[in-house]
Structure formats: C-alpha cells, structure tokens
C-alpha cells in the first residue's frame, strides 16, 4: 500500500465524486478508500453509494450514513435532516425491491466508523469518538492555558498517525498541537516526522467548509512517508443544478458550494 487516497465526506455530490476519482486515476494511486459521508444533503446518493462500492478497497460509515438508519436523527439541524428524510425514500428497500437496492441498504447499515492497524486510526470524526465528534482548528488555540484536555484525550489515542473527515475542513495537527492547513505546507504536502504523533483531517469531496469551494482529498504516500493535499476544481454550476431538482433538498445544501462554507 505504498500510495492511498482518502475520501471523505462525498454528501451526494456525484459530479465532485467523479471529478476526485478521475484525478486519483491520474495521480496513479494503489487505492482509494472513503471515511464515510457518502449520503447527507445532495441529489445522488444511490450514484455516490454505488460508485464508492465499486472503487473503494473499504469504507467507513459517517453520522449522515448513520441517520439513515434513525427514525429521529440525532444532533441535525433541520437542513441536514430533511436531505437525510428524502435520501432514506431513495435507498430503503420495501419487500419487493430489486435484490441490488436490498443489498445496497444492507451494505450500508453493516459500515463501521473506525479502523485501525498496529500504527493508523482511521475514523471518521475523531479517535475519541469516532461517528460525531468534531476535531477543529480552535481545539488545539492555546488561550494561555496550555492544551485542550480534548486535543490530550484524542492523542492518547492516536498509534502514530490518525486519519478523519467530518468537520470539512482540512489541515494537519502536529504532536505540539500546531494546525496548519494545506495551503500553508510546501506544494500542500507534509513529510509525517516517524517518531511523533500526527492527525490529517482530509476534508470533505462534497461539501468543502473552509471557505475554498475546490474539493479536497488526501493522497498518502507510506515509503516516504508523507501525506499530500489534493484541491481540485469541479462544475460547481452543473452540480448546484442537480440540487435544485430536488424540491425536498434545503436551497442551502447548493448555494453554499460556491463559497465552501
């Protein structure tokens, strides 16, 4: 596995989706993985849902993928809960749907948010909770009083390395608790230092919230070993018009991909 693309946070954005996966073909990457979000605020989750089947070696569930499966999603603001109400009429199977929607359903409820090996955590929102937890830029801010003891908590456990998504927006946190975001490293790359701790929130393909609207993946290099920013732009035009052929979807779940905020 020497190079690997991380995806997050696709949201049901399929032209973002194809847009990151033609450019992990060029970048020749050994393979491509997801860190959840799949569905949640856009028009395609079935398109976004099967072409992550089909191109992920493995996948994590997010809070949205989660939601389907609730009556009453948790802790969503009423945006996200009327695209998570619509997308679940798109993906549940009755008793006499097709076998591919039944399995595609099942697929889905059986994801997990977290995966780890003898020295990375992948998760999709954070080590200490891997489904909903935030991991900002303000938690590692040093008001003159030293750490967060949530920063601590999450690197404690942290192997070595720690992969996430969730909050949409990119950066690398170092064991010194610095956040530096990718338009602050050398070509939006940085050498992973072997003996200390790092966390790479990879940001979000779907829906970028750190007021750049390109889409962001990670590429991660394991000989070097190094992780690299990918921004890339997409027909954000086209994609808001597939939004507003949805009557149930929020008009902001489409304005604000043109600010990425």
């Known amino acids: 596995m020497p190079r690997q693309a991380l995806l997050s946070d696709i949201h049901g954005n399929l032209i973002a989706l194809e847009t990151a996966l033609k450019d992990c073909d060029e970048q020749k990457v050994d393979e491509i993985v997801c860190l959840g979000d799949i569905v949640g605020y856009g028009p395609e989750p079935i398109e976004c849902v099967d072409l992550i ?21 948790i802790g969503f603001n009423i945006v996200a809960r009327e695209a998570i109400e619509w997308q679940r009429t798109q993906l549940q199977p009755n008793w006499y749907s097709l076998p591919v929607k039944k399995e595609r359903w099942k697929w889905l409820q059986g994801l997990e948010p977290e995966r780890r090996d003898d020295k990375t955590v992948y998760v999709h929102a954070s080590p200490r909770d891997p489904l909903m937890e935030y991991v900002e ?11 967060s003891q949530k920063i601590i908590e999450i690197f404690e456990r ?18 010194d608790f610095l956040w530096m975001k990718p338009h602050e490293l050398d070509n939006q790359t940085y050498l992973l230092p072997r003996g200390e701790k790092t966390l790479v ?21 394991t000989d070097e070993p190094e992780v690299r920013f990918r921004r890339l732009a997409y027909d954000i035009p086209a994609a808001q018009e597939r939004f507003k052929r949805i009557p149930q979807l929020h008009e902001r779940c489409w304005q604000r991909l043109a600010h990425g905020m």
């Open 201 to 221: 929130n990879i940001g979000s393909v779907g829906q970028p919230r750190d007021q750049n609207p390109d889409l962001c993946y990670v590429i991660y290099d």
């Open 53 to 73: 089947r089909s191109r992920c070696k493995w996948v994590l569930a997010g809070n949205h993928d989660v939601a389907l499966f609730m009556r009453f999603p």
């Open 158 to 175: 942290i192997p070595w390395l720690c992969f996430c998504g969730h909050s949409h927006k990119p950066g690398v946190v170092t064991e």
């Open 137 to 147: 830029e303000g938690d590692v801010a040093d008001m003159g009083f030293g750490p």
